[in-house]
């Protein structure tokens, strides 16, 4: 027998569809000293109510510790699911009960879940084309085929899906199911209106194709009127919701929520077992006291003043700096503006560019299972600090706007 120097990995098919964050892979590269990042989707520092989330641990530690630092239940600890039922009817007129809702490790594991409950390897879903890359990834790692649908500025352009549907259907490929991000979407930041949003729920209950509805940036509205969460709809009680604390309390302590029927949320328990087998106790009290004592709506009130600055100054800047014919979309909450240049050149190609320029984004391509968007680029306003964004935006000009 002859030994082997290293061991030769095989790696799973899985692996096959995930790509690498484009972002870290380029930051590695770069030297990043005085580089203005508009490329990250993360949520401004300043936002994260610390001094509330100390004295909530503080008091968690001090008078419950043999609670939070337990394993908890795999659903989620009860009165973190008791609570959430009401403060999703006051944000999102979203009606359930606890025995709804799952609470997972962000809601990033609330997607790689559904991959794994509701469809096979090799089974076709739909998505919105762009989508989150995030959720590409999820549906990658279990090995779905996704079908980008269309998109304009009113989100998923649904008389396609149906027809989508009807060709896949004869192709013997019924989706297993339909993803969408309708509210300040990612990465575009368009919002699909309520009538789009009534005509979706129409076209799941008719095909019989369940809806997943995603809704991280819900609570972050700069400017407009409410438009319901499908879940809120009449017809909608089906829907499956995402929901998230990543962006109104903080990401780091990696809590979102999935609600859905009972008969789904009991395969997700069944998944979840396998997966992790419950979301980190003490990050789930926390979330149960910070929306206990209030200090969830007066964050989330701050926190909308100040992105709500931060995405004029950067709409602004794109309109002096990229009067050149570009196109950009103009978010009424959220984090992201979408930009597509002028010109015929393909964004992921001039990163390199943008970033001896000292700007760095998302290239439209890593939101598209397609390589497609080759003109477009995802640009994040909350991050940055208000003159780095404007900064931003012309080094991004000096980049794409012949001169
Ligand atoms: C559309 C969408 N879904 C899900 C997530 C995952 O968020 P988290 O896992 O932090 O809850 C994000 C994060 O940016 C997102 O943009």
Known sequence: MCMRERMNYKFSYFLDGMKPSEIRELLKMASTKGLISLGGGMPNPKTFPSDVLKSIMNDLIETRSAQVFQYANTLGVQETLDILPGYLEKTQGIKC????????????????????????????????????????????ANGLKMEGIEMDSMGMK?????????????????????YTIPTFQNPTGYTMPLERRKHLIEISRSYDIPLIEDNPYGELRYYGNHVPAMRSLKGGEDVLYLGTFSKVMTPGLRLGYTIAPTEVISKFNLMKQALDLATNTFSQYVAYEYIKRGAIYKQVALNIDMYRK????????????????????????????????????????????????????????????????KRSMRLNFTYGDDDQLAEGIRRLRKTFVKQ
């Not at 009960?97 to 076709?124: F, W």
């Not at 050149?324 to 240049?341: H, Q, R």
């Open 158 to 178: 649904t008389e396609l899906l149906e027809e989508r549907i009807k060709q896949l259907m004869k192709e013997g490929r019924k989706p297993s199911f339909i």
């Open 97 to 140: 009960l606890p025995e709804n809702v799952i609470l997972n490790s962000g809601s990033q594991q609330g997607l790689y879940e559904l991959g794994k409950v509701l469809a096979n390897p090799g089974d076709t879903i739909i998505t919105e084309e762009p989508t989150y890359v995030g959720a590409i990834s999820a549906f990658s």
């Open 310 to 373: 931060k995405r004029d100054i950067m709409v602004n800047a794109l309109e002096s700096e990229f009067n050149d014919g570009s196109i950009w979309s103009k978010p009424e909450g959220g984090m992201f503006v979408w930009l597509t240049v002028s010109q015929n050149v393909d964004t992921k190609q001039m990163i390199g560019e943008a970033i001896k320029n000292g700007v760095a984004y998302i290239s439209g391509q890593a939101f598209t299972t397609k390589g497609a968007q």
